[in-house]
T-cell receptor, first 108, second 113 residues
Framework: KNEVEQSPQNLTAQEGEFITINCSYS?????LHWLQQHPGGGIVSLFM???GKKKHGRLIATINIQEKHSSLHITASHPRDSAVYIC??????????FGTGTSLTVIP | NAGVTQTPKFRVLKTGQSMTLLCAQD?????MYWYRQDPGMGLRLIHY???????AKGEVPDGYNVSRLKKQNFLLGLESAAPSQTSVYFC????????????FGNGTRLTVT
């Protein structure tokens, strides 16, 4: 069964804190995406991973294929990082399966 | 750069009414998708299209129909709306390369009373 689980569901952090959001999936995958959904509702793609690690500014995404796990890290968090972060996984077909999202609030 | 545009942004329907949601993309993407987003659940695929004139069912297709008459447009229809179809609907598009990023519209919030 194609399952995607994210943790935590909700996260509150002080500005400047290091943040980690986790994504676990049930079976082997072709690719994993991290998405950001802004408070206004728009969704943007942050990273696509099939192995290893990617970095963009203060965001770092890692994936461990053997452990079926990916993490999204935010260094030096800022209130503008407040959003819902969604893990999307592509299993063997062409259909993405999505986690339920992690709602992040960064307090000044 | 318009990207993916959805209309309308909001709509309230009475049970049994019909409506069409329009999705337009200007990135020449082959693949287009319709998702629904409900509280406590991940985005779920309703229907998708891998090219002009072709459509396929996703995870939750019942009660919806779609058409892709032009490459840039993907329409989602509700023939007889039900309260269970109250949701936020997102259209997305991507290149025809496995694992390519999804480009999302800003969503349509639909309430069925």
């Amino acid at each position: 069964k194609n399952e995607v689980e994210q943790s935590p569901q909700n996260l509150t952090a002080q500005e400047g804190e290091f943040i980690t959001i986790n994504c676990s999936y049930s079976v082997g995958i072709s690719a994993l995406h991290w998405l950001q959904q802004h408070p206004g509702g728009g969704i943007v793609s942050l990273f696509m991973l099939s192995s290893g690690k990617k970095k963009h500014g203060r965001l770092i995404a890692t994936i461990n294929i053997q452990e079926k796990h990916s993490s999204l890290h935010i260094t030096a968090s800022h209130p503008r990082d407040s959003a819902v972060y969604i893990c999307a996984v592509l299993f063997t077909g062409n259909q993405f399966y999505f986690g339920t999202g992690t709602s992040l609030t960064v307090i000044p | 750069n318009a990207g993916v545009t959805q209309t309308p942004k909001f709509r309230v329907l009475k049970t049994g009414q019909s409506m069409t949601l329009l999705c337009a993309q200007d990135m020449n993407h082959e693949y287009m998708y319709w998702y629904r987003q409900d509280p406590g659940m991940g985005l779920r695929l309703i229907h998708y299209s891998v090219g002009e004139g072709t459509t396929a069912k996703g995870e939750v297709p019942d009660g919806y129909n779609v058409s892709r008459l032009k490459k840039q447009n993907f329409l989602l229809g509700l023939e007889s709306a039900a309260p269970s179809q109250t949701s936020v609907y997102f259209c997305a598009s991507s290149r025809p390369v496995r694992g390519s990023p999804l480009h999302f519209g800003n969503g349509t919030r639909l309430t069925v009373t």
